[in-house]
């Protein structure tokens, strides 16, 4: 599933695209918003709030979207014929550029003032601009209240922290050396915050990468790399389970740095180098 980092690179290419001039075209393809008249407007911003997609007119609306799984938004010169695929669910475009919405998880149309209450139920966005302040306090705040439950299902909960998936959740807990399965509690406060900014410094760098060199240029120490050996101690690395069948999710981790060490130790853990 895309997390944080590619959110705000879509965000980003959208908003480039689009905020030249009116929509010349606009077809959404999904049930309650097929009727929706959107030729004429001109889209003000493009934002990310973790793994949703906020573009607003300037009529106060705003087409909130989420990619799931296997979602994507490509952009093409206008001129570029648009697919009738089935999985196409949405086209935006002026007149120089097309933006496709392709294998689109969710789709509505909502008045831009009621983003709040769109997001409400969700955890601070760990790239959010306030993130550093208000947001992280948040964060620590949600973090405490979620007593022994592992931190690799904590960190995949969007109501806990909004914009990390199994990407960035593995990376962080290995940055820090944390087993995943450490209970959440295991931590105090300080360390609650460290790993908070260290998820947020991680993605912030996956976008600034992605953003001059593309993502395929960012570096992973465990993700997606079972049985390579580990960057710092040479153990292979290897693959669990975060979160209950039917939501489970893959968590990468080195069994060596993220042994686990006994309840109670994950914050004498975040004290050791990385």
């Known amino acids: 599933m895309p997390e944080g980092d590619v959110l705000r690179l879509t965000a980003a290419r959208l908003e480039r695209a689009l905020a030249d001039g009116p929509l010349?075209?606009?077809?959404?393809?999904?049930?309650?918003?097929?009727?929706?008249?959107?030729?004429?407007?001109r889209v003000v911003s493009c934002v990310a709030y973790g793994k949703h997609l906020l573009t607003r007119f300037d009529d106060g609306r705003t087409l909130h979207t989420h990619l799931r799984m296997e979602g994507e938004w490509r952009v093409t010169p206008a001129s570029a014929p648009v697919p009738g695929h089935h999985m196409v669910r949405a086209v935006l475009g002026t007149e120089r550029w097309t933006c496709v919405g392709w294998r689109l998880g969710m789709l509505d149309v909502l008045r831009t003032r009621d983003e709040p209450r769109l997001l409400a139920r969700l955890g601070p966005d760990v790239l959010g601009d306030d993130f550093e302040g208000e947001g992280l306090a948040r964060g620590v705040e949600l973090l405490a209240a979620q007593g022994g439950r592992p931190?690799?299902?904590?960190?995949?909960?969007?109501?806990?922290?909004?914009g990390l998936g199994t990407i960035w959740m593995a990376e962080t807990l290995f940055t820090l050396r944390l087993h995943p399965w450490a209970?959440?509690?295991?931590?105090?406060?300080?360390?609650r915050e460290l790993l908070l900014r260290t998820a947020r410094r991680l993605l912030a760098g996956s976008v600034r990468i992605?953003?001059?060199?593309?993502?395929?240029?960012?570096?992973?120490?465990?993700?997606?790399r079972l049985g390579a050996p580990c960057v710092r101690c040479r153990t292979p690395v290897q693959v669990g389970q975060a979160n209950e069948p039917p939501y489970e999710r893959p968590v990468f981790w080195c069994p060596t740095c993220q042994a686990p060490t006994g309840s109670g130790d994950g914050a004498s853990r975040l004290s050791r180098p990385a």
Do not use: F, K, N
């Open 151 to 162: 931190l690799c299902d904590v960190l995949l909960d969007q109501q806990v922290v909004a």
């Open 183 to 191: 209970p959440a509690d295991s931590l105090d406060d300080a360390g």
């Open 24 to 41: 010349t075209r606009a077809d959404l393809r999904w049930p309650g918003a097929a009727t929706t008249v959107l030729t004429g407007r």
């Open 210 to 224: 992605g953003a001059e060199r593309g993502l395929q240029h960012v570096p992973r120490a465990v993700h997606g």
